[in-house]
């Protein structure tokens, strides 16, 4: 037989071939993410979403304090879940959104009274949007302006907004009106179908895309 070593201790190629293994245990554990952790993540994204929309769609044009108070609470779990950084400068902002909840009292008026019942939000790539509300009975209302990303917010989930006109369509007559304001919003969750901001009159959009 073929004695290495009749030591009782580790000869120096046990120690070479054990400190090797160590090491490269230590770095894999580190460069793999825990695929169990990742599942289960998006499991929770995906729950929470559920339950952020059941809420809204339960609520649509109803802004009671118990109402946002759950709805700022899946707001919360959810930003933290948020997979899109720079929310701001991402191009899943840029298209139709169709809203699903809104804290805004101008918004709802339409929506509590029967005037609309879908309402959408462009953001285009040519930084302009629109806000249109059809009329259930014809006609619709609308506003549109220019936006910008915030570069001086260190998280780029800011945009600015500038109104530039407003339009009331009501079938038979067209009255157009002056700028009527301008303001933020910061995108604090966003993915291929669902957006979330919060802006500058402490109001909050929920939106998903137009499929």
């Avoid at 959408?120 to 014809?138: A, M, R």
Wanted: hydrophobic letters at 35%.
């Amino acid at each position: 037989s073929i004695c290495i070593s009749s030591s009782p201790q580790s000869a120096p190629w046990q120690n070479f071939l054990s400190s090797i293994i160590s090491t490269s245990s230590t770095n894999n554990s580190n460069s793999f993410p825990n695929p169990f952790a990742t599942d289960t993540k998006q499991r929770r994204r995906q729950d929470l979403k559920q339950q952020l929309l059941n809420e809204c769609q339960q609520n649509l044009g109803v802004n009671s304090p118990q109402v946002r108070l759950r709805i700022e609470a899946l707001i919360g779990e959810l930003r933290d879940l948020n997979p899109t950084s720079e929310t701001a400068l991402s191009p899943l902002l840029r298209k139709i959104w169709v809203l699903e909840w809104t804290s805004e009292k101008e918004i709802n008026f339409f929506l509590e009274k029967g005037i609309s019942d879908r309402i959408t939000q462009t953001l285009s790539f040519d930084n302009i949007l629109e806000n249109n509300i059809p009329f259930v009975k014809g006609g619709s209302f609308g506003v549109s302006g220019n936006i910008s990303p915030d570069l001086n917010k260190d998280d780029y989930l800011r945009t600015n907004f500038k109104f530039i006109n407003a339009k009331l369509d009501l079938g038979w007559i067209n009255f157009n009106f002056p700028p009527i304001g301008e303001g933020w919003f910061d995108t604090v969750y966003l993915d291929d179908e669902l957006r979330i901001d919060t802006n500058s009159r402490d109001d909050i959009l929920i939106c998903t895309a137009e499929k």
